[in-house]
């Protein structure tokens, strides 16, 4: 069974354009994939129905095999979700925004401690949780943002340009969680600009343009024997 199907997905805003138009396609336990377009192509428009932040007027969208429309809440249980710009109850501190995330998934007091303990001393926050989040740097409140999406061990991880705002480093660690969430049989969706990360990263991607998928599948499969950047380039001005 998948982890998530997409089959058909069509989200049209006020104005009548069609941000995502009959979008089909499906992540297994294991995968990566990257989803990659220009701006405005419906990558966030996409995720976020994925999400249940966006409703969509045609399609359907299962998490594990459950409607995410039918299902709302068991399906989040299910996922985590960064935006591409988090934003964090800044009065708050970073433990406490974090527990307060653990408590909505209901993550009993053993796991979120080490889950506390394993990203935050990995992300190097945790001296800095006991601080405001208004205090933080922005790549600080990313990095508080990606603790408390892993809190819960999710099945599906969805993050939009993740990468944007960390440092060599936590680009390395965020990358090596990743790595680790698939091996354990979760799976990710991810969308980004940084076609190289993507093409050594992930195993399947996804590329959209106005709205319509235009390629999907295993990358070597989609891309060829060229770059994944050579492929996109293509594939963009065709």
Same mark, same amino acid.
């Given at each position: 069974m998948s982890v998530l199907n997409i089959k058909n997905l069509t989200k049209v805003y006020d104005n009548k354009k069609k941000a995502v138009d009959d979008l089909s396609l499906s992540i297994e336990a294991g995968d990566i994939m990257g989803f990659i377009g220009a701006n405005g192509a419906g990558k966030t428009t996409t995720l976020k129905a994925v999400v249940g932040i966006h409703g969509f007027e045609e399609g359907e969208i299962t998490i594990g095999g459950h409607s995410i429309k039918k299902e709302p809440i068991l399906c989040k249980s299910m996922l985590a979700y960064i935006p591409d710009n988090p934003d964090l109850y800044e009065h708050l501190t970073g433990y406490q925004y974090i527990n307060f995330i653990a408590d909505l998934y209901n993550v009993s007091t053993s796991l979120r401690s080490q889950a506390l303990k394993k990203y935050g001393d990995m992300?190097?926050?945790?001296?800095?949780?006991?601080?405001? $989040? &208004? &205090?933080? &740097?922005? *790549?600080?409140?990313?990095?508080?943002? $990606? $603790?408390?999406?892993?809190?819960?061990? !999710?099945?599906?991880? $969805?993050?939009?340009? !993740?990468?944007? *705002?960390?440092?060599? #480093?936590?680009?390395?660690?965020? #990358?090596?969680?990743?790595?680790e969430r698939v091996s354990s049989g979760g799976a990710i969706f991810f969308s980004t600009h940084i076609l190289d990360v993507a093409e050594k990263l992930c195993n399947k991607v996804a590329i959209i343009k106005d709205g319509k998928l235009i390629a999907s599948g295993p990358i070597e499969a989609v891309k060829g024997n060229q770059s994944l950047e050579a492929f996109f380039m293509e594939v963009q001005d065709a």
């Open positions: 992300f190097e926050m945790t001296s800095n949780l006991t601080h405001v $989040i &208004s &205090s933080y &740097s922005h *790549g600080m409140k990313q990095r508080t943002a $990606i $603790i408390s999406a892993l809190v819960h061990s !999710p099945d599906l991880l $969805i993050l939009d340009e !993740p990468f944007v *705002g960390l440092d060599p #480093k936590a680009t390395f660690l965020l #990358k090596q969680v990743m790595q």
